[in-house]
């Protein structure tokens, strides 16, 4: 019995030390994100990956001798067993390329795992690009003998930005600006000492020799006609194509105010050329903001006088109107969120359905655009008001905000609650378009003639 006993003792002692000698040749794991970077001088390159040994970690290293990288996380003493990395690692601006970056993991025995990378160089093939808006031409009044176009511009590049120059050859004025970074103003004053129509070349560059060439004309003239200026609370942008009269509702957008004389809003042009007022009130018979008829991108107060403002592209647009500087800027909004599934008219004074109710069917969808008709009852005695919701759950409604300052839209609310919704005064009796658009959250109501 004793030596069965003995056999049995010996069988477990070999195999508990088969078990701690199965790890003793296990490497730590070692992953990462990238197998090949693809870089240029001045960037940083994100390194993602996991380290991990079921004895516990030491150090993760990143070590790349002809970069001067030798970056070391240390693990002593905090046990982990796996280590996420996430290593912001820069590119120096004089780096040679085809170098190889060595990734090691050590565990707490002293065992490394290492990863090769090869590092290679990617060509800068994007030109810098003018976020701001830089119209075709550009007026400067005259006075007193002299004109100043004051230049204010944002410009962006995909890596790195290297100057900027601005000829005017006519003037004898050549600029050259030193730029840096991704991103960049440029603020120059450029004078003028007679009146006539100067081309303008501005010319972008950026560290890998790409440029973006833009050619202006400044035209250096005579004072038109302003009738002048306030520091609204509001102002508000209008479709110049439409009729403010066929509106019940929606006509005029609000640009809220921003800072002293400047205003931001949105719209959506919905074809090319589309056209746009700037208004001070809800009226087109009063202060009316629009394009000099000489210079095109100018903006004055002279109602009768000014003509619209054409946007060249269909899209949607933030925009900004200073009108202290007589400008504007434009660009692209993003409408990758903008919600385009179901919706239904809901809201009180319109005969197909009572108060609050509605009809169930879905309104026609083209984009982020929704339209439905219905008659509204000229004769309702209550609080006219409409709003939106999705047919099947009323989980997506969008309702009505309205400031002090007396800007209004649309907003989402994504839950099946109370809310304000717009209301209006109406004795129109007819058939009317409700339309609300999800791309810039905005609402309006048409009558249908």
Known sequence: MKKIFSIIITVVAVLTLASCNDHVDVRPGLWSELDLIETYPGDTVLLSGQASNYIGLKSVSFRCDAWGINQVYSLDGKHSKVFNYNYRMPVPENATFDQVLIITVTDTEGTETKRAITMTFTPDAEAPEIVSDLPAEVGVDFKDGSAVYKMNLVVRDDRRLKKAVISIPSASYEHMVELSGKEANIYTEIPFTAQGTYPMTLTLEDNGGNQTIREVKVIVMQPEVDNGYEDYKIMWLVNADENADDYIEGYYMPMARKEAYCYEGKFYADHDNFKIYFTTDKTMDGDLFGSSPRVSGKIINNNGYVVP?????????????????????????????????????????????????????????????????????????????????????????????????????????????GGSVCEYSSTYDGKVEIMFNTGILWGSMKKVK
């Not at 434009?330 to 319109?350: H, I, R």
């Not at 309104?363 to 929704?370: A, K, T």
């Not at 509204?376 to 409409?386: E, F």
Request: proline letters at 1%.
């Open 309 to 417: 403002l054409t946007i060249e592209s269909k899209g949607y647009y933030g925009i900004w109107l200073n009108i202290e500087e007589k400008t504007i800027s434009l660009w692209p909004l993003d409408t990758s969120e903008a919600y385009t599934g179901s919706l239904t008219v809901s809201g009180c004074g319109f005969k197909e359905f009572g108060d609050w109710g509605n009809t169930g069917e879905e309104m026609s969808r083209n984009g982020f655009v929704y339209k439905y008709q219905l008659t509204q009852n000229g004769s309702y005695t209550g609080t006219h008001c409409y709003y939106a919701a999705r047919v099947s759950d009323w989980g997506y409604i969008l309702r009505y905000w309205k400031a002090d300052d007396g800007s209004c839209g649309w907003w989402e609310y994504k839950t099946n609650g």
